[in-house]
Nanobody, 125 residues
Framework: QVQVVESGGGLVQPGGSLRLSCAASGSFFSINTMGWYRQAPGKQRDLVGTITRSGSTNYAVSVKGRFTMSRDDVKNTVYLQMSSLKPEDTAVYYC???????????????????WGQGTQVTVSS
């Protein structure tokens, strides 16, 4: 059973910093691209950024220059370092990972997206 679990959310003042972590656990063969998404109340879930297995990153325009993603493939973990936080960054942040694993009774492993349960980030004074 593959699980993806986020941590590190909380309340932070405008201009502050916060680091989110997302760890994959369970039985799997490989992790490809990992990403962070966020969803504010009443809004759709939007992409924050992605990081490939080679370490290439891509960010939404709204966070570019303020947020940085990194990954530790030994720990199967992706990080989101958030700086210069603004009230509009308030949202539930979700982690997504493309993971190669056996599912159900299938003998051959397949790639599929796994989502975490989300972690709340609130930026407020």
């Amino acid at each position: 059973q593959v699980q993806v679990v986020e941590s590190g959310g909380g309340l932070v003042q405008p201009g502050g910093s916060l680091r989110l972590s997302c760890a994959a656990s369970g039985s799997f063969f490989s992790i490809n691209t990992m990403g962070w998404y966020r969803q504010a109340p009443g809004k759709q879930r939007d992409l924050v950024g992605t990081i490939t297995r080679s370490g290439s990153t891509n960010y939404a325009v709204s966070v570019k220059g303020r947020f940085t993603m990194s990954r530790d493939d030994v720990k199967n973990t992706v990080y989101l370092q958030m700086s210069s936080l603004k009230p509009e960054d308030t949202a539930v942040y979700y982690c997504n990972a493309a993971i190669l694993a056996r599912t159900g009774s299938n003998i051959s492993p397949t790639w599929r997206d796994y989502w975490g349960q989300g972690t709340q980030v609130t930026v407020s004074s």
